[in-house]
């Protein structure tokens, strides 16, 4: 594998189920972020952790929970979720102080 | 508080023919600014960037960007567009202060190349 990668790529869940994205960076960086991209919106920054420590929570509601274990692993836990958080579900990564960060392709969520 | 507009949700050009995709942005204080295209079901890519130095920036795929500081602009050009050019592109910002990296996205501009 090289670059971001995320699964899944695909995701339908119900309101009330719980389920977690995860990403995975093979670049040797040591930032990470989550971005929620819906249509018609300018892509919305949610969390950064930068060497595993969360730097910025973007005042996203707690249903959505971020975990970094690592420097190359990100995870975003869904819990409750409304049919508005329907969206593509971006992870990045870059070296901290970089502004060049490397996109995976996303995760499509659809909550019903 | 930075912000991006881009000014056209929707460019449609032929094939072979040039296409601007602009971009201003607010700020208060010096930026950096950036390109991302989008190509369909993936995730960003880095087209190209401005952080200092000549106003004039080359990225990949033959676009280039001219970051104009008294218009606080940051327009995209390509001088004749491929159809493999159909994708959506992003401008954003950065005011690079206290040592964030965050970036401040536009809503994008989705580019047709016709045949």
């Known amino acids: 594998e090289t670059g971001v990668t995320q699964t899944p790529r695909h995701l339908v869940m119900g309101m009330t189920n719980k389920k977690s994205l995860k990403c995975e960076q093979h670049?040797?960086?040591?930032?990470m972020y989550w971005y929620k991209q819906s249509a018609k919106k300018p892509l919305e920054l949610m969390f950064v952790?930068?060497?595993?420590?969360?730097?910025e929570n973007n005042s996203v509601p707690s249903r959505f929970s971020p975990e970094c274990p690592n420097s190359s692993h990100l995870f975003l836990h869904l819990h409750t979720l409304q049919p508005e958080d329907s969206a593509l579900y971006l992870c990045?990564?870059?070296?901290?102080?970089?502004?060049?960060?490397?996109f995976g392709p996303g995760t499509r969520l659809t909550v019903t | 508080a930075q912000s991006v507009t881009q000014l056209d949700s929707q460019v449609p050009v032929f094939e072979e023919a040039p296409v601007e995709l602009r971009c201003n942005y607010s700020?208060?204080?010096?930026?950096?600014l950036f390109w991302y295209v989008q190509y369909p079901n993936q995730g960003l890519q880095l087209l190209l960037k401005?952080?200092?130095?000549?106003?004039l920036v080359k990225g990949i795929n033959g676009f280039e960007a001219e970051f104009n500081k008294s218009q606080t602009s940051f327009h995209l050009r390509k001088p004749s567009v491929h159809i493999s050019d159909t994708a959506e592109y992003f401008c954003?910002?950065?005011?690079?202060?206290?040592?964030?990296?965050?970036?401040?996205f536009g809503k994008g501009t989705k580019l047709t190349v016709n045949p």
């Open positions: 990045a990564s870059s070296q901290v102080l970089s502004y060049e960060q490397y």
């Open positions: 670049l040797g960086h040591n930032a």
């Open positions: 952790y930068n060497f595993k420590e969360q730097t």
């Open positions: 700020s208060s204080v010096s930026v950096y």
């Open positions: 401005y952080l200092s130095g000549s106003t």
């Open positions: 954003a910002v950065s005011d690079h202060q206290g040592g964030s990296e965050k970036l401040v």
